[in-house]
């Protein structure tokens, strides 16, 4: 990978944050009414409300305003407080972080055993039966929304069944098997529908490998169908399944937005949405900020990890 | 020294080759089952949009107090909810809220899209960078979370969700329309277009635009079965739809506090979403697979 490319990359990367940082400052001067108004209640007076907004700053210019907010982010870690609880958010998001990602990252985990046995099963024998009934299942999955998948599984585990609970969650500190039962069905509602959109991928990678030249080569020179699989075609497909991953990690953290406000699960989503519905716009536009960086970062280590693993990939 | 200007009658354009090609594609739509399975679920979807209210047996808004959360049965085929509101009627109705919020919705975002990518395409240089970073921003945040930052700006409610879910797919529907635009720019057929002094907005809806249209109209299928997941997604977050209306995403929330007593409520609005994005879907990949010539059709 050259140097030049990797700059590039980079100088994009600053620019969409930069507009990405924008965009979240934004929402405070354009959402109806003032965040003094939100914090001191519908009882206080024009008066009361026009002091606070001059403690708060907001009476400066925007371009002040903003400079001040991201300068406070970037130098001091610092988004503020929320209007609601007036506590620290930084704080709120430190604690709830650790939440998301170990939803998202169980979910990842079931979404690939589900994708990798399927999809390859089906690659190997495009049009017979276990390849239809896989895209049969993966077309479901598709189509399937998140917040439904979320209340099937609630009625057949929790309800039903009466194995997990049907929402909340328990720090790992707790001991790892609490953790894991409240963990378990959000992160299967998320990890079906993404196992189902990766098996699609994962299948069409390895079609592609399975019609190259070498791996008729290696057939006809007698490799055995076994060897075939794993020297030659997984080793091949595995670029664009690391490809897949990353893409299906932004795709996930989407996800998971939908699914901890169905579970109640104490991470960033459900955070963004109980902060649009308290109008207390300061953690929006946080929560907003953390996950767009989070986003665009992996989406950016996606295409840097494919440059690197394939050499036939040259970016000038 | 003679010098001989190209005809348009010497480079033909695709979309120009009269009208075998279009009998052609409806010969190969009408045998490609995915397709066709897609367009029955989509037909069948917009029927009871347009003529549900006919068929429905209740009133969607009717409480009925002496049968609060029927469990299915002959006289209420999907069960009735905590207010004895016949939940089949009420998913009947909200066909028509879905498909309305997804056909607008994806109307405002492809029409802004292709625009902005067909600018971008087509122009190109600074234009086209200022454009696609736009473009790179907006698509940098999750789609959900980039809708609920819109309803939080604009508010509650129906209409501001359509604003929402169109701004949500602007980006994609710019990128798809750029790339197509991009490989047909450099054809013979735009270049003679160009030579005759044409105007570039005359050939970019003349030459451009027809030519590339395959990539559009699929992601068009495809962006109407996200539109509909999106608006039930806002609409059970309490930010769509609001009540009384009959939405099936605000169903499902409503569901969701009576899944021990009434399974049922959690289970129809839901199925009819699912139906509905798959007809989207499957008539989008079928799209993709008769107008795509890379892949191969089996």
């Given amino acids: 990978m050259s140097l030049r490319y990797l700059l590039q990359r980079l100088s994009t990367l600053l620019l969409v944050l930069f507009g990405v940082s924008v965009v979240a400052f934004s929402i405070q001067p354009l959402v109806p009414g003032s965040p003094a108004r939100v914090r001191l209640g519908v009882q206080a007076t024009e008066e009361n409300v026009r002091i606070l907004e001059e403690q708060m700053g907001l009476n400066r210019p925007l371009p002040v305003q903003y400079a001040d907010w991201v ?90 069944l009466g194995w997990l609970p049907s929402s909340g969650y328990e720090p790992i500190s707790e001991g790892f098997f609490a953790w894991g039962r409240h963990v378990l069905l959000p992160a299967l509602t998320a990890g079906l529908i993404s196992g189902s959109i990766m098996t699609r991928f994962v299948r069409s990678a390895l079609l592609e490998v399975l019609g190259m030249d070498y791996v008729r080569t290696a057939r006809a020179k007698g490799v055995g169908p076994r060897k075939v699989l794993t020297k030659h075609v997984l080793r091949n497909a595995a670029i664009s399944i690391v490809t897949i991953i990353g893409l299906q990690m932004a795709t996930l953290l989407s996800s998971v937005v939908v699914v901890e406000i169905i579970f109640a699960w104490p991470g960033l989503g459900s955070l963004a949405l109980t902060s649009t519905l308290q109008r207390d716009y300061p953690v929006l536009q946080a929560a907003l900020l953390m996950a767009a960086v989070a986003f665009t970062v992996i989406n950016l280590l996606t295409d840097l990890s494919y440059v690197l693993l394939d050499p036939s990939i040259e970016y000038a | 020294m003679s010098v001989t200007t190209p005809s348009m009658r010497d480079v033909q354009e695709p979309a120009d080759r009269g009208r075998r090609p279009v009998v052609d594609f409806a010969r190969r739509f009408v045998r490609h089952r995915l397709a066709m399975v897609g367009t029955t679920i989509v037909l069948l979807l917009v029927f009871v ?67 902005l990518g067909l600018v971008a395409g087509f122009l190109g240089g ?13 698509f940098a945040f999750p789609a959900v979370l980039l809708a609920i930052t819109v309803m939080a700006i604009l508010g509650r409610g129906v209409g501001n969700a359509m604003v929402a879910i169109a701004i949500v797919y602007i980006p994609i529907f710019a990128r798809v329309t750029r790339g197509a635009v991009l490989s047909v720019r450099g054809r013979e057929y735009v270049t003679a277009a160009r030579a005759l002094g044409k105007s570039p907005f005359g050939i970019m809806l003349r030459h451009v635009l027809p030519n590339a249209i395959g990539p559009i109209i699929v992601q068009t299928s495809l962006s109407l079965a996200f539109a509909i997941l999106a608006e039930a997604a806002l609409s059970y977050f309490g930010l769509g739809t609001q009540p009384p209306d009959p939405s099936w995403g605000r169903m499902l929330s409503e569901g969701r506090g009576f899944l021990q007593q009434a399974p049922w409520m959690g289970i129809f609005p839901g199925l009819a979403i699912m139906v509905s994005v798959m007809g989207f879907n499957f008539l989008g990949d079928g799209l993709r697979d008769l107008l795509d010539p890379r892949t191969n059709r089996n």
């Fill in chain 1, 71 to 160: 300068g406070g982010i970037v130098l001091r870690g610092d988004f503020g407080d929320s209007l609601i609880t007036r506590t620290s958010i930084t704080d709120e998001i430190v604690r709830r972080l650790p939440a998301t990602l170990a939803l998202a990252g169980v979910a990842l985990l079931i979404g690939l055993l589900i994708a990798l046995p399927l999809g390859i099963t089906s690659a190997l024998k495009p049009g017979g039966k276990r390849d239809l009934s896989a895209s049969v299942v993966s077309q479901i999955g598709v189509s399937i929304p998140d917040f439904w998948m979320g209340i099937l599984l609630i009625l057949l585990f929790a309800e039903t």
């Fill in chain 2, 49 to 115: 949009a347009a003529f549900g209210r006919m068929v429905a047996p209740y009133d969607p808004l009717a409480m009925d107090f002496t049968a609060l959360f029927a469990p299915p049965s002959w006289a209420h085929p999907f069960g009735t909810d905590e207010f004895g509101r016949d939940i089949f009627a009420r998913v009947l109705y909200g066909a028509r809220i879905s498909l309305q919020v997804a056909f607008i919705a994806v109307g405002i975002s492809g029409t802004a899209g292709v625009l």
């Fill in chain 2, 126 to 138: 600074w234009i086209d960078e200022l454009v696609m970073r736009f473009m790179d921003v907006l």
